[in-house]
């Protein structure tokens, strides 16, 4: 039985498939690269962002703290 040349255009199909698939492996290997350094620079926005947040709430706890000690003082005479 015979193939009418579609082995060999399947031969070519397949070296060229494998071909891209080694053409892309650099590809692979910079996004995961640029991953990394984008992943990085999350972690960094999230700790300012972390920072930003703690300042915040010792500020509103500051007032609290004041009344706290008024309070105590009133207390004490």
Request: aromatic share 4%.
């Amino acid at each position: 039985m015979s193939d009418n040349g579609n082995g060999a255009l399947r031969d070519t199909i397949l070296e060229l498939g494998s071909g891209l698939w080694e053409g892309l492996q650099p590809k692979r290997e910079s996004m995961a690269i640029l991953q990394k350094h984008f992943l990085l620079a999350q972690a960094e926005m999230l700790k300012g962002f972390a920072k930003v947040v703690e300042l915040e709430l010792e500020n509103l706890d500051k007032p609290a703290k004041k009344a706290a000690a008024r309070r105590e003082k009133i207390s004490v005479k």
